[in-house]
Protein backbone atom coordinates (compact mmCIF):
# COMPACT_ATOMS: atom_id res chain seq x y z
CA UNK A 1 0.00 0.00 0.00
CA UNK A 2 1.30 3.56 -0.68
CA UNK A 3 1.53 5.89 1.85
CA UNK A 4 0.74 9.35 0.98
CA UNK A 5 0.83 12.29 3.96
CA UNK A 6 -1.30 15.05 3.17
CA UNK A 7 0.47 18.09 5.00
CA UNK A 8 -1.08 20.95 4.68
CA UNK A 9 -3.22 23.49 7.76
CA UNK A 10 -5.73 21.46 9.40
CA UNK A 11 -8.77 22.98 7.77
CA UNK A 12 -7.66 21.95 4.07
CA UNK A 13 -7.72 18.38 4.85
CA UNK A 14 -11.35 18.70 5.09
CA UNK A 15 -10.81 20.20 1.54
CA UNK A 16 -8.65 18.10 -0.35
CA UNK A 17 -9.67 14.47 1.86
CA UNK A 18 -12.10 13.60 -0.90
CA UNK A 19 -10.92 14.88 -4.25
CA UNK A 20 -7.82 13.44 -3.86
CA UNK A 21 -9.44 9.56 -2.58
CA UNK A 22 -11.33 10.15 -5.25
CA UNK A 23 -8.63 10.79 -7.79
CA UNK A 24 -6.47 8.11 -6.71
CA UNK A 25 -9.79 5.71 -7.24
CA UNK A 26 -10.47 6.99 -10.75
CA UNK A 27 -6.46 6.05 -11.69
CA UNK A 28 -6.95 2.41 -9.74
CA UNK A 29 -4.35 4.06 -7.13
CA UNK A 30 -4.25 2.12 -3.87
CA UNK A 31 -3.15 4.68 -1.66
CA UNK A 32 -3.38 4.94 2.15
CA UNK A 33 -3.87 9.34 2.84
CA UNK A 34 -2.86 10.26 5.91
CA UNK A 35 -2.81 13.87 7.74
CA UNK A 36 -0.38 12.28 10.11
CA UNK A 37 1.66 9.75 10.83
CA UNK A 38 3.87 8.10 13.93
CA UNK A 39 5.78 6.29 11.38
CA UNK A 40 7.71 8.74 9.00
CA UNK A 41 9.97 6.03 7.16
CA UNK A 42 6.45 4.50 5.88
CA UNK A 43 5.41 7.42 3.84
CA UNK A 44 5.72 7.47 0.27
CA UNK A 45 4.83 10.93 -0.18
CA UNK A 46 4.17 14.19 1.07
CA UNK A 47 2.06 16.17 -0.61
CA UNK A 48 3.05 19.37 0.91
CA UNK A 49 2.14 23.29 1.64
CA UNK A 50 4.25 25.72 3.29
CA UNK A 51 1.44 25.90 5.58
CA UNK A 52 1.71 22.68 6.96
CA UNK A 53 3.50 21.04 9.81
CA UNK A 54 6.24 19.86 7.67
CA UNK A 55 9.28 21.71 7.82
CA UNK A 56 12.46 18.33 7.98
CA UNK A 57 12.31 15.77 5.75
CA UNK A 58 14.66 13.99 7.05
CA UNK A 59 13.00 10.89 8.70
CA UNK A 60 10.73 10.72 5.87
CA UNK A 61 13.53 8.18 4.71
CA UNK A 62 11.51 6.06 2.23
CA UNK A 63 10.16 9.50 0.38
CA UNK A 64 9.91 9.01 -3.15
CA UNK A 65 8.43 12.95 -3.75
CA UNK A 66 7.56 16.05 -1.81
CA UNK A 67 4.20 17.43 -4.33
CA UNK A 68 3.96 20.88 -3.91
CA UNK A 69 0.07 22.39 -3.52
CA UNK A 70 1.70 25.36 -4.16
CA UNK A 71 2.71 27.10 -7.58
CA UNK A 72 5.51 29.06 -6.08
CA UNK A 73 8.17 27.10 -3.89
CA UNK A 74 10.37 29.78 -2.97
CA UNK A 75 9.81 29.03 0.89
CA UNK A 76 11.06 24.94 0.20
CA UNK A 77 12.80 24.89 -3.35
CA UNK A 78 16.18 25.14 -0.52
CA UNK A 79 15.36 23.28 1.90
CA UNK A 80 17.97 20.70 2.43
CA UNK A 81 16.62 17.86 3.86
CA UNK A 82 14.59 17.32 0.54
CA UNK A 83 16.51 14.89 -1.08
CA UNK A 84 13.76 13.59 -3.84
CA UNK A 85 12.03 15.31 -6.72
CA UNK A 86 10.06 18.52 -5.26
CA UNK A 87 7.09 18.58 -7.96
CA UNK A 88 5.17 21.92 -7.78
CA UNK A 89 1.73 22.62 -8.82
CA UNK A 90 0.33 23.19 -11.81
CA UNK A 91 -3.94 23.10 -12.24
CA UNK A 92 -5.63 23.97 -14.43
CA UNK A 93 -7.93 25.43 -11.76
CA UNK A 94 -5.30 27.47 -10.08
CA UNK A 95 -4.30 28.83 -14.27
CA UNK A 96 -8.23 29.30 -14.59
CA UNK A 97 -8.00 31.70 -11.72
CA UNK A 98 -5.05 33.65 -12.71
CA UNK A 99 -6.52 33.77 -16.11
CA UNK A 100 -9.68 35.71 -14.99
CA UNK A 101 -8.24 37.89 -12.45
CA UNK A 102 -5.20 39.18 -14.65
CA UNK A 103 -7.79 39.53 -17.99
CA UNK A 104 -10.18 41.81 -15.61
CA UNK A 105 -7.44 43.92 -14.30
CA UNK A 106 -5.71 44.53 -17.86
CA UNK A 107 -9.12 45.23 -18.90
CA UNK A 108 -9.53 47.79 -16.41
CA UNK A 109 -6.88 49.82 -17.31
CA UNK A 110 -7.09 49.38 -20.92
CA UNK A 111 -10.82 50.63 -21.09
CA UNK A 112 -10.29 53.51 -18.01
CA UNK A 113 -12.95 52.05 -16.12
CA UNK A 114 -12.14 53.90 -12.95
CA UNK A 115 -13.31 57.15 -14.44
CA UNK A 116 -16.41 56.25 -14.72
CA UNK A 117 -16.29 53.68 -11.93
CA UNK A 118 -15.27 56.16 -9.17
CA UNK A 119 -16.96 59.30 -10.88
CA UNK A 120 -21.04 59.13 -10.76
CA UNK A 121 -20.77 62.52 -10.57
CA UNK A 122 -23.58 63.80 -13.28
CA UNK A 123 -20.66 64.93 -15.56
CA UNK A 124 -21.02 63.56 -18.98
CA UNK A 125 -17.20 62.76 -19.55
CA UNK A 126 -17.05 61.41 -23.45
CA UNK A 127 -14.34 62.86 -24.66
CA UNK A 128 -11.96 59.77 -24.23
CA UNK A 129 -12.79 56.48 -25.93
CA UNK A 130 -10.68 53.41 -25.27
CA UNK A 131 -8.30 52.30 -28.09
CA UNK A 132 -9.18 48.97 -29.26
CA UNK A 133 -7.08 45.93 -27.94
CA UNK A 134 -5.06 45.40 -31.09
CA UNK A 135 -3.95 48.94 -30.29
CA UNK A 136 -2.64 48.15 -26.52
CA UNK A 137 0.94 46.68 -25.64
CA UNK A 138 0.81 44.13 -22.97
CA UNK A 139 4.22 42.72 -21.51
CA UNK A 140 4.26 39.28 -19.74
CA UNK A 141 7.41 38.30 -17.49
CA UNK A 142 7.10 35.08 -17.14
CA UNK A 143 5.90 32.68 -19.77
CA UNK A 144 5.56 29.77 -17.78
CA UNK A 145 2.28 27.86 -16.88
CA UNK A 146 0.41 30.63 -15.69
CA UNK A 147 1.98 33.15 -18.03
CA UNK A 148 2.19 31.42 -21.21
CA UNK A 149 -1.85 31.11 -20.82
CA UNK A 150 -2.42 34.56 -19.67
CA UNK A 151 -0.66 35.75 -22.53
CA UNK A 152 -2.31 33.85 -25.04
CA UNK A 153 -5.98 34.70 -23.83
CA UNK A 154 -4.86 38.13 -23.59
CA UNK A 155 -3.54 38.03 -27.41
CA UNK A 156 -6.64 35.98 -28.33
CA UNK A 157 -8.70 39.41 -27.28
CA UNK A 158 -6.90 41.30 -29.80
CA UNK A 159 -3.95 42.50 -27.47
CA UNK A 160 -0.20 43.32 -29.05
CA UNK A 161 0.55 40.73 -26.26
CA UNK A 162 4.49 40.41 -25.71
CA UNK A 163 6.77 38.42 -23.27
CA UNK A 164 10.02 37.43 -21.73
CA UNK A 165 11.12 34.27 -19.73
CA UNK A 166 14.81 32.57 -18.74
CA UNK A 167 14.74 30.28 -21.93
CA UNK A 168 14.15 31.86 -25.44
CA UNK A 169 10.67 30.64 -26.84
CA UNK A 170 8.50 30.64 -30.61
CA UNK A 171 5.45 31.44 -29.49
CA UNK A 172 2.34 33.15 -31.45
CA UNK A 173 3.83 36.97 -30.13
CA UNK A 174 7.37 38.61 -30.09
CA UNK A 175 9.14 37.20 -27.31
CA UNK A 176 12.26 38.13 -25.47
CA UNK A 177 14.96 36.67 -23.09
CA UNK A 178 18.01 38.21 -21.24
CA UNK A 179 19.12 41.59 -19.99
CA UNK A 180 18.51 42.94 -23.81
CA UNK A 181 15.58 41.02 -24.29
CA UNK A 182 14.04 42.71 -20.99
CA UNK A 183 14.57 46.98 -22.05
CA UNK A 184 12.87 45.61 -25.45
CA UNK A 185 9.80 44.09 -23.98
CA UNK A 186 9.75 47.00 -20.71
CA UNK A 187 9.87 49.94 -23.64
CA UNK A 188 6.92 48.64 -25.31
CA UNK A 189 4.83 47.58 -22.35
CA UNK A 190 1.80 49.66 -22.00
CA UNK A 191 0.61 47.46 -19.13
CA UNK A 192 3.06 44.91 -17.53
CA UNK A 193 2.34 41.74 -16.19
CA UNK A 194 4.33 40.23 -14.04
CA UNK A 195 4.32 36.34 -13.31
CA UNK A 196 7.48 35.23 -12.47
CA UNK A 197 8.67 32.99 -9.59
CA UNK A 198 10.58 34.50 -6.11
CA UNK A 199 14.69 33.40 -7.48
CA UNK A 200 17.80 35.09 -6.67
CA UNK A 201 17.77 36.20 -10.54
CA UNK A 202 14.02 37.66 -10.48
CA UNK A 203 14.17 39.87 -6.98
CA UNK A 204 13.99 43.47 -7.96
CA UNK A 205 13.20 43.21 -11.69
CA UNK A 206 11.77 45.78 -11.09
CA UNK A 207 14.25 48.57 -10.17
CA UNK A 208 14.84 51.68 -10.26
CA UNK A 209 16.54 51.33 -13.83
CA UNK A 210 13.66 49.03 -15.31
CA UNK A 211 10.63 50.89 -14.34
CA UNK A 212 12.22 53.93 -15.60
CA UNK A 213 12.61 52.11 -19.39
CA UNK A 214 8.52 51.57 -19.34
CA UNK A 215 6.82 54.21 -21.73
CA UNK A 216 5.44 56.82 -19.09
CA UNK A 217 1.89 56.32 -17.67
CA UNK A 218 2.54 52.66 -17.93
CA UNK A 219 0.58 50.04 -15.70
CA UNK A 220 2.71 47.43 -13.48
CA UNK A 221 0.25 44.19 -12.33
CA UNK A 222 1.92 42.13 -10.05
CA UNK A 223 0.22 38.62 -9.17
CA UNK A 224 3.35 36.88 -9.01
CA UNK A 225 5.52 37.77 -6.35
CA UNK A 226 6.13 40.77 -3.84
CA UNK A 227 9.94 40.61 -3.87
CA UNK A 228 10.04 41.11 -7.82
CA UNK A 229 9.39 45.25 -7.36
CA UNK A 230 11.82 47.32 -5.45
CA UNK A 231 8.80 49.20 -3.51
CA UNK A 232 10.23 52.11 -2.96
CA UNK A 233 11.41 52.38 -6.77
CA UNK A 234 7.58 51.42 -7.84
CA UNK A 235 6.50 54.53 -5.23
CA UNK A 236 8.97 57.03 -6.27
CA UNK A 237 8.09 55.70 -10.19
CA UNK A 238 4.22 56.51 -9.29
CA UNK A 239 5.05 59.99 -7.61
CA UNK A 240 6.64 61.48 -10.38
CA UNK A 241 4.06 60.44 -12.74
CA UNK A 242 6.14 57.81 -14.84
CA UNK A 243 3.79 55.00 -14.10
CA UNK A 244 0.27 55.48 -14.32
CA UNK A 245 -1.26 52.82 -11.97
CA UNK A 246 0.03 49.46 -9.53
CA UNK A 247 -2.05 46.62 -9.57
CA UNK A 248 -0.63 44.90 -6.70
CA UNK A 249 -1.33 41.30 -5.29
CA UNK A 250 1.74 40.31 -3.64
CA UNK A 251 3.79 41.90 -1.27
CA UNK A 252 6.88 41.02 0.54
CA UNK A 253 4.83 40.87 3.80
CA UNK A 254 1.66 39.15 3.70
CA UNK A 255 -0.52 40.37 5.22
CA UNK A 256 0.49 44.02 3.71
CA UNK A 257 0.50 46.24 7.18
CA UNK A 258 -1.97 48.55 7.52
CA UNK A 259 0.45 51.26 7.99
CA UNK A 260 2.47 50.47 4.70
CA UNK A 261 2.23 53.19 2.25
CA UNK A 262 0.55 50.89 -0.64
CA UNK A 263 -2.83 51.19 1.08
CA UNK A 264 -3.55 55.06 0.62
CA UNK A 265 -1.99 55.67 -2.50
CA UNK A 266 -4.03 56.73 -5.11
CA UNK A 267 -2.45 54.93 -8.17
CA UNK A 268 -2.11 51.57 -5.82
CA UNK A 269 -4.67 49.16 -6.12
CA UNK A 270 -3.69 46.43 -3.08
CA UNK A 271 -5.74 42.73 -3.68
CA UNK A 272 -4.93 40.28 -0.72
CA UNK A 273 -3.01 37.63 -2.68
CA UNK A 274 -6.07 35.90 -3.97
CA UNK A 275 -5.47 36.63 -8.12
CA UNK A 276 -5.78 32.98 -7.62
CA UNK A 277 -5.55 29.68 -5.47
CA UNK A 278 -4.79 25.87 -5.73
CA UNK A 279 -8.19 24.03 -6.61
CA UNK A 280 -9.04 21.22 -4.61
CA UNK A 281 -10.64 18.83 -7.51
CA UNK A 282 -8.35 19.78 -10.16
CA UNK A 283 -5.22 19.55 -8.10
CA UNK A 284 -5.63 16.28 -7.07
CA UNK A 285 -5.91 15.04 -10.05
CA UNK A 286 -2.51 16.91 -10.85
CA UNK A 287 -1.41 15.18 -7.82
CA UNK A 288 -2.71 11.60 -8.67
CA UNK A 289 -1.30 11.92 -11.67
CA UNK A 290 2.47 12.21 -10.49
CA UNK A 291 1.64 9.36 -8.14
CA UNK A 292 0.50 7.15 -10.99
CA UNK A 293 3.58 8.03 -12.70
CA UNK A 294 5.95 7.16 -9.73
CA UNK A 295 4.61 4.41 -9.02
CA UNK A 296 4.72 2.98 -12.47
CA UNK A 297 8.47 4.00 -12.39
CA UNK A 298 8.09 6.97 -14.54
CA UNK A 299 9.54 10.70 -14.68
CA UNK A 300 7.85 12.76 -12.43
CA UNK A 301 6.29 16.26 -14.18
CA UNK A 302 6.48 19.71 -12.70
CA UNK A 303 9.86 18.86 -11.42
CA UNK A 304 11.50 21.94 -9.58
CA UNK A 305 14.65 22.63 -10.89
CA UNK A 306 16.51 23.02 -7.77
CA UNK A 307 19.46 25.48 -9.34
CA UNK A 308 17.26 27.73 -10.96
CA UNK A 309 14.87 28.15 -7.65
CA UNK A 310 11.85 27.42 -9.51
P1 LIG B 1 6.48 28.64 -14.02
O1 LIG B 1 5.67 27.72 -14.89
O2 LIG B 1 7.64 28.08 -13.28
O3 LIG B 1 6.95 29.85 -14.97
C1 LIG B 1 7.86 30.79 -14.55
C2 LIG B 1 8.22 31.67 -15.74
O4 LIG B 1 9.17 32.64 -15.29
C3 LIG B 1 8.89 30.87 -16.86
O5 LIG B 1 8.48 31.37 -18.12
C4 LIG B 1 10.37 31.16 -16.63
O6 LIG B 1 11.18 31.07 -17.78
C5 LIG B 1 10.31 32.59 -16.14
N1 LIG B 1 11.54 32.93 -15.41
C6 LIG B 1 12.03 32.35 -14.28
N2 LIG B 1 13.19 32.93 -13.94
C7 LIG B 1 13.43 33.88 -14.86
C8 LIG B 1 14.50 34.79 -15.07
N3 LIG B 1 15.55 34.85 -14.24
N4 LIG B 1 14.44 35.61 -16.14
C9 LIG B 1 13.39 35.56 -17.00
N5 LIG B 1 12.35 34.70 -16.86
C10 LIG B 1 12.38 33.87 -15.81
O7 LIG B 1 5.57 29.35 -12.94
P2 LIG B 1 3.98 29.62 -13.01
O8 LIG B 1 3.24 28.41 -12.64
O9 LIG B 1 3.67 30.29 -14.29
O10 LIG B 1 3.83 30.65 -11.78
C11 LIG B 1 4.55 31.88 -11.76
C12 LIG B 1 4.48 32.48 -10.37
O11 LIG B 1 3.16 32.96 -10.10
C13 LIG B 1 4.72 31.47 -9.24
O12 LIG B 1 6.09 31.24 -9.04
C14 LIG B 1 4.09 32.18 -8.07
O13 LIG B 1 5.07 32.99 -7.45
C15 LIG B 1 3.02 33.09 -8.70
N6 LIG B 1 1.64 32.71 -8.31
C16 LIG B 1 0.86 33.65 -7.70
C17 LIG B 1 -0.45 33.35 -7.36
C18 LIG B 1 -1.35 34.39 -6.73
O14 LIG B 1 -2.45 34.06 -6.29
N7 LIG B 1 -0.95 35.64 -6.68
C19 LIG B 1 -0.97 32.07 -7.62
C20 LIG B 1 -0.14 31.15 -8.24
C21 LIG B 1 1.17 31.47 -8.58
P3 LIG B 1 11.33 29.68 -18.58
O15 LIG B 1 10.00 29.50 -19.29
O16 LIG B 1 12.45 29.92 -19.50
O17 LIG B 1 11.59 28.62 -17.55
Not at 35 to 58: H, K, L, R, W
Not at 209 to 221: H, N, Q, R, S, Y
Not at 283 to 301: C, K, L, S
Request: charged fraction near 20%.
Amino acid sequence: MTIALFADRAENWQRYRAPLERAFAERGLEVDLVNDTDAPETVDYIIYSPMGPVQDFAPFTNLKAVLSLWAGVERIEGNETIKVPLCRMVDEGLTGGMVEWVSGHVLRHHLGMDVHICHQDGVWRNGIVPPLARDRKVGFLGLGALGAVCARVLAGLGFDVAGWSRSAKDMEFPTFSGAAGLREILGRSEILVLLLPDTAATRNVLNNETLAVLPKGAVVINPGRGTLIDDDALLAALDSGHLGHATLDVFRQEPLPPEHPFWAHPKVTVTPHIASETRPESAARTIADNIARGEAGQPFVHVVDRKAGY
